[in-house]
């Protein structure tokens, strides 16, 4: 029964806990990578939704989420201005 496994992803993800379980990083993977038959996982993945990208964000901890998501901003900023 896959439905409890992912219950505990999103517990987790809820927590604000930094580290994920070596067995719940595997859980992840699997259901990104063979999402099962009719999930919602299977249907984005079906409408091509690169699903991997989930995953890098599920393994950096807040903090890397917030610089990586800084970045972006300066990117965009820098982006703006060169377009003025």
Do not use: H, W
Request: aromatic letters at 4%.
């Amino acid at each position: 029964m896959i439905e409890p496994q992912v219950a505990s992803i999103a517990a987790l993800c809820q927590s604000g806990l930094t580290t994920m379980s070596n067995s719940l990083r595997d859980l992840a993977v699997e259901l990104v990578t063979n999402p099962p038959p009719g999930s919602k996982l299977a249907e984005a993945k079906e409408y091509g939704v690169d699903l991997t990208l989930l995953l890098d964000n599920l393994f950096k901890s807040p903090t890397e989420r917030i610089r990586e998501l800084d970045r972006a901003q300066r990117f965009l900023d820098e982006l703006r201005s060169a377009f003025k």
